[in-house]
């Protein structure tokens, strides 16, 4: 008579990495702003490793400029996302940045008008100097068109190494 083992298991040679916490910011000022919103938070919820998303309600805000508020240029439409992945945060911002190519994203001018604009703001609590990895986004502490959103999402969030979001929108709109 002959017995059935089950077979042996081997570990995976690549264990995967934990699920972390994610905060990315949508913004739009040209074209159909939220459909386009609404489409790259839909792909986001369908990369790999990609669990969890919730999505804000749109906020619309006067353009920003390098020197400063436009209220000529078009108005953005701007969102939150929130998610959890096991995706490295190099290889999240890669896939960010190919969602937005693929709403015809042009990198013409530092904040310029854009189909789509997705910047991750936090990686759990990673903080990196990386020029190409900048966590957390250096200058999400200063934007209510990302703070505000994301405390709808979330109302205990906090940026790492920077507070309480509900602080950080409380002081900016002193």
Known sequence: M???????????????????????????????????????????????????????????TVAERLDGPDPDAPAYLNAVATFTTRLAPQVLLGLLHAIEEEHGRERRERWGDRTLDLDLIVYGDLRSDDPHVLLPHPRAAERLFVLEPWLSLDPDAEIPGRGRVADLVEALRR
């Open 2 to 60: 002959m017995v059935r083992m089950p077979p042996i298991s081997t570990p995976d040679p690549r264990p995967g990495r934990d699920a972390t916490a994610v905060v990315v910011a949508l913004g739009a000022n040209l074209g159909d702003r939220a459909e386009t919103i609404h489409q790259a938070a839909l792909r986001i919820s369908r990369l790999p490793l990609v669990d969890d998303v919730r999505v804000s309600d749109l906020y619309e």
